[in-house]
């Protein structure tokens, strides 16, 4: 079976407000996604006093037909998100690059445990829910759950490796030798 790959171009909106505490000067979060965008770099979309909102980039959504079962987790989930990672960017004036966004929660679980840059979940806009499902019922295959059956042989008749071969004696296996018993 070939794999398929389907794509949309995703803005994402990146929201910059004053921090609150004296450690951190600025707060960042993904606020938002624009599917279809075009091309943007950190181009400003809306201020409010100190509150500003960038549509920072566009990456590519990319669906793979390999990977619907864990689109349709995605899809069953309360809000329906797609998973949004920041890397850390050399730059001072912007700390954070748009580097991935995802449609699987499983990939954004991996992302999550990296713990590296910021990871958002942003809710998907109900055009991106429909064309994720679209995919899914072109795409999905159930797979039948085969249980595992455990192998007749028995290993536990014998002990190879167990206890010190420099020890003549059958009651204590694991006693440590004494000098007087090394041959």
Do not use: C
């Not at 192998?151 to 296996?173: N, Y």
Request: glycine share 8%; aromatic share 8%; proline share 7%.
């Amino acid at each position: 079976m070939a794999l398929t790959r389907a794509t949309m171009p995703v803005g994402i909106v990146v929201r910059k407000t004053p921090g609150v505490t004296r450690w951190a000067k600025w707060s960042w979060r993904v606020v938002a996604v624009l599917p279809g965008a075009g091309p943007a770099k950190w181009r400003e979309l809306r201020r409010e006093g100190d509150v500003v909102e960038y549509h920072a980039a566009t990456l590519n959504l990319d669906l793979w037909s390999s990977d619907t079962e864990a689109y349709l987790t995605g899809l069953a989930a309360k809000t329906p998100s797609v998973i949004v990672v920041l890397r850390d960017a050399p730059d001072a004036d912007i700390p954070f690059e748009p580097a991935i966004v995802t449609a699987s929660p499983y990939e954004g679980q991996d992302y999550l445990d990296s713990g590296e840059g910021l990871i958002e979940a942003v809710p998907m806009p109900l055009g991106m829910i429909g064309w994720i499902m679209d995919f899914v019922q072109e795409h999905h295959v159930e797979e039948v759950f085969i249980k595992r059956k455990r192998d007749k042989k028995r290993v536990d008749l014998t002990e190879d490796g167990k206890g010190d071969a420099r020890i003549r004696q059958l009651s204590d296996v694991f006693r440590a030798p004494r000098s007087s018993e090394v041959p």
